[in-house]
């Protein structure tokens, strides 16, 4: 992949996935914005960039105001004259069961995933539909927005709005020649490590460098950041000029497209439906194929 030509902005990418995302497109020649609201671990991965023969400079700001998001496409413009990949990934957790979270646990976090995703987008369409030349909005998507997952109301809602506006923003910015597309990656980051099936390998790689086992990096589709990177990267590049509007897995050995959601089965009733025609009817027609929900427990 030739970047060379291309300017990104990669939110929360001080570190984890959002590093290893600036990483890979600075490899492939992209000049890239650094966000984090750490300044440390912003400069870090510049300097980290910078050593290995990229581009970069860092904005620290928070995400999810208009303002964050203004800055961070100017930080683009100012340092490299232009922007053509707006990746929004940072994000943040506050786990808890229904009944236990609050109103800032909740508001936290849709702040951060839904609004910051929804402001830097915006602010980058603006300024490629400005450019005319195009563009690719790649957003952080995950499981949970999916499937939905246990003590995490507030990011599964968040996740399954940042795929729903992937949907729209690919229909709406078609004609302006920029693209749209969802990446629901599963990797090892410190996230990931509190899940007890994955912590113990976590560990071993972090520290002898014990390769994953087959059971993780197939089975269960799981694996290092790295292996995640390379799709922010052919999502950026001119390659994936018709891929518009997808959510897209990756992790370990395993790559995967999402289904859009849609009607699995129908029933008819002249006259339409009571409360009582429907009891009688739902055992037989629609019941009969209830859907899963909630992210699988990992086998290993």
Known sequence: MDLSDKVAVVTGSGRGLGLGYARSLAAAGAAVVINDVDAEAADAAVKQISAAGGRAVAEVVPVGTTSAAEALVA????????????????????????????????????QVHLRGTFTCVRAAVARMREQGEGGRIIVAGSPAGQ??????????????????????WAMELARAGITANAVIPVA???MTKTIP?????????????TAFPD???????????EDVAGLVTFLASNASADVNGQCIGIGGDKLSLWSHPQEV???YADGGWSADTIAA????????????????????
């Open 188 to 190: 090892a980051t410190a």
């Open 265 to 267: 089965s129908v029933a």
């Open 197 to 209: 099936a994955f912590a113990p390998h976590i560990e071993a790689l972090e520290q002898d460098g």
């Open 75 to 110: 930080r683009a413009v100012d340092s490299f004259g232009r922007l053509d990949v707006m990746v929004t990934n940072a994000g943040v957790l506050r786990d808890k069961v229904l009944w236990k979270m609050t109103d800032e646990d909740f508001d936290t976090v849709v």
């Open 215 to 225: 059971s993780l990096r197939k089975g269960e589709g799981f694996g290092t950041v």
């Open 147 to 168: 499937l939905g997952n246990f003590g995490q109301t507030n990011y599964a809602a968040a996740k399954a709005g940042v795929a729903a506006m992937v949907r729209t």
């Open 281 to 300: 009817a739902w055992p037989v027609t629609v019941g009969r194929t209830p859907q899963t929900f909630g992210i699988p427990a990992p086998r290993l």
